[in-house]
């Protein structure tokens, strides 16, 4: 149930109305890595469209920060898929990608029932500086109460 609920909040909160044609307007590339290195990508995304956090059981104990990514076109994995490790659990819509090295979730992989999605790890972006992180724009979902479309009571924690 959580991931369903979620992956709704995700295009709500992330403002997917917008035309194609708007979206790769706004489009950046970004590239990033695990810890180790062992996992690079280059990912094409508009964050200014905003990141989430949430206080569910996953989000919350590995302290997830995410930019979404609706077309997986956008997202390419330039070494490393050797090193990938994965996770899922309760309906499994979801696969969590993790370095099998170094430990680091780099991003997850979904899917919608119409469309594939990538959500990755905000962390992992290497060409972001510390201001730029510092600018980006958090909404955080209630997960902890499967009420992934409001903001929890307490969440600075987050």
């Known amino acids: 149930m959580f ?12 403002k997917m109305s917008t ?6 307007q706004q489009l950046k ?8 290195k062992a996992i690079t990508y ?16 996953i989000c919350f104990k590995s302290r997830n920060w995410i ?21 899922q ?3 499994k819509t979801c696969t969590h990608h993790f370095c099998k090295a170094c430990g680091v979730r780099v991003y997850l992989y979904g899917n919608m029932g119409n469309f594939d999605f ?8 290497d060409n972001l500086s510390q201001k730029e992180f510092s600018e980006l724009t958090i ?13 929890p009571e307490f969440f600075s924690h987050l």
């Open 3 to 14: 991931e369903i609920h979620f992956n709704k909040h995700l295009l709500q909160t992330f």
């Open 19 to 24: 035309t194609e044609d708007q979206q790769k």
């Open 118 to 125: 990538i959500c990755l790890n905000v962390p992992t972006i």
């Open 42 to 57: 280059e990912a094409e995304m508009d964050l200014s469209q905003g990141t989430g956090k949430c206080n569910c059981s």
């Open 89 to 91: 659990f309760g309906k």
């Open 67 to 87: 930019a979404f990514i609706k077309d997986v076109n956008q997202f390419k994995l330039l070494t490393g898929k050797e090193m990938l490790g994965n996770y």
């Open 139 to 151: 909404k955080c979902s209630n997960g902890a109460s499967d009420d992934f479309y409001n903001q």
């Open 29 to 36: 590339t970004y590239n990033g890595s695990c810890h180790c």
